[in-house]
C-alpha cells in the first residue's frame, strides 16, 4: 500500500457507523474503499446534498460532487441549497470532516488554502467545515516533498481554522489531540519513534497506549 | 444512525422526557404541530417545560394544552392571543412569556441549528424588543442583534418519511418544523407514512434525514 | 357600505397589477372583494405560502391561513419554510402590507400588538411586515368605539415600529406620509375637512390636491 | 408581475446590461451557471463587472469565460483555484479578488435578500479572514459580524419555471440559486422548460415567481 492508500485505510477505521462525513479533495476520497464490513456512513457534498456516492453508469445531469465531477447517489439522498449545505456544515451536524493539510501545528491549528504570492486558490468551504464539524482530520503525508516537517510549532502560513483539528493522520503515525495537547497513538507499521520524532517539528506526548496502526485487511474493496 | 429504520414507539421517546426540558414545536396556530408527541408529553406527566415556537395555539389544541395542564414554565413564542390560558397565567405571574417577532424567531432557530451567533435585523428597533440587546449601526441603518435559540427536544411534523428520516411536509404545515430540525440535541417527526429510503424524490426532501433521531407514526398510540 | 367596507374598497384601489400583498385579520381580509377589473394581486400568508385564495369547496388538509383557519390556493402557489417567508417579508419582496392600528401617529409610527395590562397578544409577523414591505397601509376605524382619537401626536402604546407607515385609511380620510410628513389626501363622501380635524389628534397637512375619495363601484364582486 | 408570462428575449434581457454593474451568478463548478446569459453578457461587450458567486469555473466554462475574457474588474467567491487565469490577473494586479468562506458568502447572500444587517460567524475567527470586521464575543466564543451582499443583476439556472416565474432546481444544480434570488435589484432565470401556472406542484417550487423578474428558454439563441 502507498501512502496516500494506507492514510486513507487508517481514516476509515476512525469511522463510526452512521456518521455523517464530508471528504475532501484529492486522499479523502479513496476513504470509502476502506470502510470495515458493516460500517455505512452517509457523504456530505457541499454544494448541497446528502448521499453522494460513487458514478455508477452513464453521468446523470446536475449530479456533481464538490470537485464539480459527475458522481452517484444512493437511496435515501436529499438535495438542498448552499445555505442549508452549510448550515449543517457549521452547525455541527457533519460528524467527521476529512481534508488534507499543508501545515498543522501542536495546537490544533490548520493552514491549507493558500501560499501567499505562490497559490491563492481561497478556502472554498474548508474554513467552515473545520469550524463546524464535530472531528476534524487532517490526511496528509508526514513531511513536505523536500522532507521539510508540516507537523509544526507554529504554523507559517495563513490559518484555516485556529485550535479546530482533532487527529492527524499521517503514513508514519497517528496524532490526537486530547485536552489541548497533541498525542502520539500509534505509529505506522515497520516505522520507528525516532523516525517520527526527525520528521515532526511540533512538540507531543507519547501515549502510554501507542500501538502500531491497525490496518485490517489490505486491498481496497 | 446506521440503523435500517428510525421508527421508535412512544415508550422510547419517553425516555426522552424530563422535567425543566426545553422542546422546540413545529406548528402555526396547531397547523404542523405533532398532535400525539404533544399528547403523549402530557400524560407522561412531564413539566417545568420551556416551549418554544409560533404561538400556544388554542387552550385545547396543539401545543396549547401543555399550557392549559400548567405544564408549561416558560414560552417562547411571537403570539399567545389565541389561547387565553397563556395570557391568564401570564398576568397571574404563573408563567414566563418571552414574545419576539415572528421573523426574528426563524432566524433565531435557524441561527442555533447552523452555529451562527446570531443576525443583525432591523426588526424591533424603535420598539420595546430592543431592550436589554445589542445594538449595531452600519451606513445609518440601526440592527438589533439577535441571539441563537436551541433546545433539548424538536417535535416536528411531517407528512411523510422514509426510513432513514428524510421528511416532506405538506402544504402550511411546513412552518418553523424545518427550521427547528438543526437546533435541537433530539429531533422526533410525527408523520402519517414511513415509506423506504429512496421512495422519496431527492429533490423533495425539505429536511434531511440526518437531522431526524426519531420518527413516530402518527397515530400509532 | 359600512365603514369598515368602505375603508376596504378604497385600500383595494391602491392595489397595483402585480403586486404582492400581506393583509392581516379582520378588516384587511375584505380587500380582495374590491380589487378593480384586470387588477391581480399574490397574497402572501406568512405561514409559509404565497398564492393564498378563497376557500372553494372542501378544506385541504394543512392549507390554512396566517389566522389557523381553511383557505385555498390559486395557480401557481409556492409553499416554503418561516424562515423563506420573513426574508420575503423583511427583505422588502412584499410591496404592499395592510393591517389594523391601535395608534398611529404624525411621525409615521404604529402601536397595534399589546395594551400594556390589558391585552399582550404578541406582534406575530407584524413587527417583520412593517418594519421590511415597501408600502405600509394602516386600515382602521378613525376613532375609538368612545370617540378618542387614534391618529395622535405621538403614540402613547408600545410601539409595532418606528416610522415605517406610508398611508392611513379611515372612513373618514386618506393619508399619506409625504416626505415625513402627515398629508390629508382624500376626504370620505360626505365628511367635512372640520369633522377630520375634530377628530384626529396629530397635526397634518391638507394637500392642495385634496379631493374626495374614489370608490367605484359599491357592492363587493 | 401580472403579465401572462415573464419570459424574455436575450434582446429585452440586454436592456438590463451596463457597464461596472454587479452581478450575482449562480452555480458551482459551472452546475447551477446560465451558460446563455453568460454567453449573451460576453456577446454583448459589457464589462467592469463585479462578479459574486461560489467560484470562477474554468477559463472556458460557466462564469469563468467572462474572467478569461477581461470583463471583470472585481471577483467576490470563495474559490478561484480551477480558473488560473483569475489568479493570473489577480497576481498581476489586473482584477480584484475578495475570497469569503463559502458557508460565509451563502450567508452573506442571504442577508442581502432576507433584510439583515449581516450575521455573527465562527468561521473565519483567528485567520486573515477576520481582518477589518467588526467581532462581538457572547458566552465567550468569539464571532465575525458579516455584512450582506446584493447586486445589480442575479443570473439564476433552473430546470423547470412555470409561467408566473417559480422555478424548480435540479439536483447539485441548486446550490447559491435560490439565495441569489432574494439578493438582486433584477432577477433572471435561465431554464430549459417553461408550463403553465399550475403545473408545478406548489410543495416542489424552490423559488416563489415573485422574487423572479424575467425567464430566458435555454439554448433559445
Known sequence: MDAKNLIACRVAQELKDGDVVNLGIGLPTLIPDYLPEGIRITLQSENGFLGLGPLVGDPLPDLVN??????????????????????????????VTVLGGLEVDQLGNLANWMVP???????????????GARNVIVAMEHATKSGGAKI???CSLPLTAAGKVTSIVTELAFFRFIDGQLVLTETAPGITLEEIRAKTEAEFIVSTQ????KLPGSTPK | MGTPCKRVSYEQLRLRFHDGMSILFGGFMGCGTPDGIVRDLLDSGVRDLTIIGNDTACADTGIGILVAKRRVRKVIASHIGTNPETGRQMIAGEL????VPQGTLAERIRCGGAGLGGVLTPTGVGTIVEE??????FDGVEYLVERPLRADLAILKAHRADDKGNLVYRRAARNFNPL????????VAEVDEIVCAGEIDPELVMTPGILVNALILSGEK
Do not use: N, Q, W
Open chain 1, 66 to 95: 464538490a470537485g464539480g465531477k459527475p458522481c452517484g447517489m444512493v437511496p435515501g439522498t436529499a438535495f438542498f441549497d448552499s445555505a442549508l449545505s452549510f448550515a449543517i456544515i457549521r452547525g455541527g451536524h457533519v460528524d
Open chain 1, 117 to 131: 504570492g505562490k497559490m491563492v486558490p481561497g478556502m472554498g468551504g474548508a474554513m467552515d467545515l473545520v469550524t
Open chain 1, 152 to 154: 509544526l510549532y507554529r
Open chain 1, 210 to 213: 501507542c500501538c502500531e496502526m
Open chain 2, 96 to 99: 414566563e412569556v418571552e414574545l
Open chain 2, 132 to 137: 436589554g440587546k445589542t445594538k449595531l449601526s
Open chain 2, 180 to 187: 427547528m430540525a438543526l437546533a435541537a440535541d433530539f429531533v
